[in-house]
């Protein structure tokens, strides 16, 4: 039994922004850039160090909650003045885990504005310094033109953040920003392709230490930033994580396997959130290019929990979960040899669920239906046909299993939208 398992936050949270940046090369580093222009100022406002912690933490995941395509594209407006919703997404989805529930709220009044000083306040909340450093962050990160010299652009920068003044930005931190602005290094560290080790050796994030529970709930805010970008997916990893949960006890799996795959199946989607809700939700046939991207998903998952070491059964659970037995699945192309029986059990599951859950524009197929598909997969070598055997023989308590975790996650989901209802403006 493996009690604890080390992770280093930070490069969790890099690997993160990367993917939240992969959704389009004109986002190219934003999260990053974000995170080390609010760094600089803290220090230089000499803040403690936990606060600077928490506030990369923030930058480096402030705009998660803009789910869509467009929607990232619209907080690239240097004038973006509606940008409270997807803050408040953004905190929504990460307050539920402890570590982090500074961040969220640091994240969650990301675009509100200084207004001459009412924006100490919003809806009656305070708002935390750090939340007005990112505001300026921000703004200057998107001040930043990629098809030019950084060093030339200085100039244009800090008299567009001045004319902005107070109407968006803390007086004193504009001030800091300015000592900081003359600094050369200042601007070459945000444009350098070394931005992500400039930032891991500026920050200092410790390694946490998580139990079981707290892994449990660290993954599942990675699976509520994956599903509930879109209702199509809501309780998508859900249904896996359940179905392969008991797949794996059935299959004699000890407490502790059947554990990790539970975890595998909450975060063996990560990578679909480098993939535009546009093409999530695309009702018709995705066209060759997207579909193209859509098969990058999987390797997304791989390279993101590739660095935690601790995680590594778990990743090679959820991430090899389009891998095929006879080698035509993606992205590594392994066969039955190199797949180990938590991932080609974590296969099934996905398939499985895939096909008996109900989506917004289709019911789930039922019991007949799902194994005929399922037996002609195993038959064709490509999943495994002994886990086929156990579906087939336990049919009854495996989609029991998968519609009570769905039922609750869809529970989890309708009160998520309810809570951004209620709460933005
Ligand atoms: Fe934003
Ligand atoms: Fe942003
Ligand atoms: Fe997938």
Not at 241 to 246: M, P, R, V
Not at 295 to 313: K, M, N, Q, V
Not at 376 to 400: C, F, Y
Request: glycine share 6%; proline share 4%.
């Amino acid at each position: 039994m493996k009690p604890q398992y080390r992770i280093r936050l930070f490069d969790f949270l890099n690997c993160l922004s990367d993917i939240l940046d992969w959704i389009s090369p004109v986002l190219n580093d934003h999260h990053k850039q974000v995170a080390l222009i609010s760094l600089r100022i803290a220090d230089t406002l000499e803040l403690p160090v936990v606060e600077q912690n928490e506030i990369v933490c923030a930058g480096i995941l402030h705009d998660i909650g803009a789910i869509s395509l467009a929607e990232r594209m619209e907080t690239l407006k240097f004038e973006y003045a509606n940008g409270k919703a997807h803050a408040e997404m953004g905190y929504q989805l990460i307050n539920i885990f402890e570590p982090m529930r500074r961040a969220a709220e640091l994240i969650r009044f990301h675009h509100t504005p200084w207004a001459g000083g009412q924006g100490r306040f919003s809806n009656g909340w305070q708002v935390p310094l750090g939340s007005r450093i990112l505001v300026l962050a921000d703004h200057i990160a998107l001040l930043i033109r990629r098809d030019q010299g950084i060093l030339g652009q200085t100039e244009a920068i800090k008299a567009r953040i001045i004319e902005a003044g107070d109407a968006l930005f803390e007086p004193r931190l504009i001030e800091a920003f300015l000592e900081l602005a003359d600094k050369e290094y200042f601007w070459l560290d945000l444009v350098s392709p070394l931005i992500s080790k400039q930032l891991e050796q500026s920050v200092r994030l410790e390694s946490i230490h998580m139990n079981q529970r707290e892994l449990l709930s660290f993954s599942s805010l990675i699976r509520r930033m994956i599903d509930f970008r879109s209702p199509f997916t809501a309780t998508h990893s859900s249904g896996v994580s359940a179905t392969a949960e008991h797949l794996g006890m059935l299959a004699g799996l000890n407490e502790y396997e059947c554990f990790e795959l539970k975890v595998a199946g909450y975060l063996h989607d990560l990578g679909k959130l480098a993939i535009p809700a546009e093409i999530l939700e695309k009702p018709g046939k995705l066209t060759d290019d997207e579909f193209n991207l859509m098969r990058g998903h999987t390797f997304y998952t791989f390279r993101a929990l590739e660095p935690i070491e601790d995680l590594s059964a778990i990743n090679k659970y959820g991430s090899y979960h389009h891998e095929r037995l006879d080698g035509t699945g993606y992205p590594f192309r392994l066969k039955r040899k190199d797949l180990p029986l938590g991932s080609r059990l974590l296969a099934v599951a996905d398939v499985f669920t895939a096909l008996t859950e109900d989506r917004p524009y289709r019911k789930g197929m039922s019991n007949e239906q799902t194994i005929i598909v399922l037996d002609k997969m195993g038959a064709n070598n490509k999943l495994d046909p002994e886990i086929i055997e156990l579906v087939k023989a336990n049919h009854e308590s495996i989609n029991q299993a998968r519609i009570i975790a769905q039922e609750a996650s869809r529970e989890e989901y309708r009160n998520f939208l309810s809570q951004l209802g209620n709460l933005a403006d």
